[in-house]
Structure formats: C-alpha cells, structure tokens
C-alpha cells in the first residue's frame, strides 16, 4: 500500500469520532494509574509481582537504542525563548501503549530536577490533587511509591516503582490503572542555563475509569490524546515544582486566562530540517506559553504526500473541518475576508459550537466570534517538504469555556489548559490527516 495523495470526496464525508475528549479523563493521569488489583500484604509477594510485572513489560516500554537521538532532536528542537516547549506523538499508535514524548526548559539545576522526582515528598506540591504519596524502601528493589489522585467525576490510585539513572529517573507503573506503563524523565545541562527536562511516556491508558474508557472508544486517536495530556501536565508539573521547591503547595499560575495579544507559537519551525527524524516519528507539536505562564497557543504538524498549494486549496475552505473530532455540521458563511462558518458539534459534556470568522491579510486564520468559545483560534499553515507537504493546525481553542467539565479540569490542574489544548491539535491534526491521505 501507498499514499496517493489527497482524496478531497472523502474529506469532505469525512466524520471522525472525538479524541481530543479523550483527554478529559487522562488530565490527571500524571504520576501513575489507579484502581488496579487489591494490594498484596506481604512483601515478598509484592517484591515478587514488581518484579514480574516490570519483566513482562520491558519488551512493550523499553525506550530503545535510539533514546539518546530522539532525546537529541528534541534538544535541537526546542525553541531559544524558554517559554516553548516540544512534543511528539507517536504515529501510528500501539493499542494499549501509545508513545509521547516531550521537552521543555527549565530554570533549575539538573540536580534539583531530580530531587523533586526522587523524594516523594515533593509529590503533593508536584500535582494538587495529589492526596497520597506513600514510601516503601523495600530491601534490594526500588522505592515504591502508593498513590492515589482525586479527580472530578473519579479518583486515581496506584503503585509505582522509582529508579534512580544517571541522567534522570524512570517510573514504571506495575499496578492500577495506566499499568504496564513507564515515564522516564532525563535531565541534563543546558547551554543557556538551568536545564532541559524531557519525558518519555508509555501508559496503557485503557486501564483506567469507566468514563475514560467510554471516551477512549470513540476514536483510534483517543489513546495517545489522553497520554499527551497527561505526559505533558507531567512535564511541566516537575518543571515548575523544580522552580519553586520551597512553598508547601504546588506553584501554578494564576493569571486570568486569555489570548495573547498575537497568534502563538510561530509554527514555521515545525517544518525545519533538523526536525525531520521527530517528524517521522509522528505528530509534533509547540506549546507557547504567555510570560505569565498561561497557555499562548499550540501548533501541531503532519507530514502530507500531496503538494503544498493542494493542501492550502483545500484547508482554505471550512467544510474541511469537518475532519475535526466531533465537528458534526459545517454551515460555510461568506465574510469581508474570506469564507466562515457555523459550526455544530455531536460531543457530550462539552460545547464547542462556534460561529467563526475569517482573519483580514490572506492567511489561514479564523476567529470564533460567537459561541461560548468566542475569542479561540483556528489557523493553518501549509509548508513545502522534500515528500510532500507539512500541514501546522495551530490553536487556542479556550477549553475552559466549553462547559462545567472542561472548566472544574482545568480549576482542578491549571496546567491542563495547556495539556488538553495539546490533546486537542493532535487529534484534530490526525483527523485531517486521515481524513486527506488515502492508502491503495
């Protein structure tokens, strides 16, 4: 089989079930899962099921001979201002083990990275509804960690396994939900300062509430939705905690949330040389964050066979929205700048009908200028490649507005504005490509 190019019959059929929700239910799945099997009471037998668990999952998690090159690229990759951060989800995605991976700047010593992650102390002021952190020091295994979240409509609970490397420190998930799983946090020196720290996580996501694997289930995206979001919040959970290692509750910020006054991140650089072993990887993806550290906006990149002016023709006109999760009737509307629409969408919990409208200067731009999300963003950005094209959907899509779900969430966890906004671009991103490559 091979891609042919773009199909613009089926775009414009295209109904993809929703992902980007998908991360609702994973938000909080930052530390480990919940929920698994009745605790063990005798350590031996906990130390011997620790060790069988750990054994049976290396083949699924193992990171692979290739980890200090993606870690490389992602280095090379992150933008010089501090305030981006870069990711890459795996594409295709493995049932039960979708794959992301993420960096971002950190103003903290390597040292002082690795401390927040191997005290567990420090876990209660990582993630705020973290409301259980227990330490066991078994004799000759890892520090085990009994945890457990409380999450709107749902808790989390599990255990986890700590393992002190060199250059960072690796957590693998042995029982509860989001078992088999790893994350495995590096750390090292950055030339500007402080450090960079990078996250490799692996969740079998599906083990998880009933909720979050009702929502798993409408769309094959869903699984590494739901792990971007919460690899991410995780990320920038240590980041912060890194930064602020002294308050007794985890530091977030607190300013009101709105767009920037200009269109954020600059998606350009997505589409850089440098970057292209990350983009055969999958979906990557730039989180911008404003100086006040509330979101800026996200762009997410997909690699397309067909050409640029192919794709620019056909993402000019909204009715390909309709590749969107969950974007149910597109009504197209003329406007002074260019083409609008109305938008309806079939999801539950959340609202995201819209009327929006074209950008004045002749770019891919539109603003929702009705609707509860009045004030999000929508833009594309079509770039040659040596294969094809490189499509960058960026977004600011004000989840908080959506609805009491997206809005307790995002009170709960501040950082999942930026974690769900993230899960959003990918899913809508992977549903335009989906819906545009067509395989013979």
Do not use: C
């Not at 919940?34 to 990171?63: D, E, M, Y």
């Not at 420190?169 to 946090?185: K, M, N, Q, Y």
């Not at 969950?326 to 509307?333: F, K, L, Q, S």
């Amino acid at each position: 089989m091979r891609a042919s190019g773009v199909d613009e019959a089926r775009l414009r059929r295209a109904r993809v079930p929703h992902a980007g929700l998908a991360a609702w239910g994973g938000l909080k799945s930052v530390a480990a899962g919940s929920g698994g099997p009745a605790r063990v009471p005798a350590w031996r037998r906990r130390a011997w099921i620790l060790a069988v668990a750990l054994a049976a999952i290396s083949p699924k998690v193992s990171a692979g001979g290739d980890a200090a090159q993606i870690n490389a690229a992602l280095v090379a990759a992150l933008p010089a201002d501090g305030t981006t951060d870069v990711v890459v989800i795996a594409q295709p995605s493995t049932p039960d083990a979708p794959r992301a991976w993420s960096a971002t700047h950190v103003a903290a010593a390597p040292a002082a990275i690795k401390d927040v992650l191997l005290d567990p102390a420090h876990y209660r002021a990582l993630i705020p509804s973290l409301i259980k952190s227990d330490l066991e020091l078994p004799n000759g295994g890892p520090p085990v960690v009994d945890w457990e979240l409380e999450v709107p409509l749902f808790n989390l609970s599990g255990r986890m396994s700590l393992s002190n490397r060199p250059d960072g420190v690796t957590i693998e998930l042995f029982e509860g939900d989001f078992a088999p799983g790893r994350i495995s946090f590096t750390v090292a020196p950055s030339a500007t300062g402080g450090a960079t720290l990078i996250v490799d996580a692996v969740l079998d996501v599906n083990r998880s509430s009933w909720l979050l694997r009702r929502i798993l289930k409408r769309s094959p995206a869903g699984e590494p939705a739901a792990l971007t979001a919460a690899a991410y919040v995780a990320l920038r959970a240590v980041a912060l905690r890194a930064e602020h290692p002294s308050g007794r509750f985890a530091w977030r910020a607190r300013a009101p949330l709105a767009p920037p006054a200009s269109w954020l991140p600059d998606p350009r650089p997505l589409a850089a040389v440098p970057l292209a072993p990350l983009r055969a990887r999958g979906v990557v993806a730039l989180v911008a964050r404003t100086p006040a550290d509330r979101l800026g906006g996200v762009a997410a990149a997909v690699t397309l066979s067909a050409t640029a002016p192919a794709v620019a023709a056909i993402l000019r006109d909204p009715t390909s929205w309709r590749a969107f999760p969950g974007w149910e009737t597109i009504r197209v509307r003329p406007g002074p700048n260019g083409p609008g629409a109305e938008v309806k969408d079939n999801l539950p919990l959340v609202d995201l009908d819209a009327g929006w409208t074209a950008e004045p200067g002749g770019l891919l731009r539109w603003v929702a200028t009705a609707g509860a999300t009045r004030g999000a963003r929508l833009g594309w950005d079509v770039m040659p490649d040596t294969a094809g094209s490189i499509a960058a959907l960026t977004l600011y899509p004000r989840l908080e507005t959506t609805g009491t779900i997206g809005r307790k969430f995002i009170a709960a966890e501040p950082l999942l504005e930026e974690g769900l906004s993230l899960a959003l671009a990918f899913a809508d991103a992977a549903g335009l490509k989906a819906a545009l490559i067509t395989s013979r």
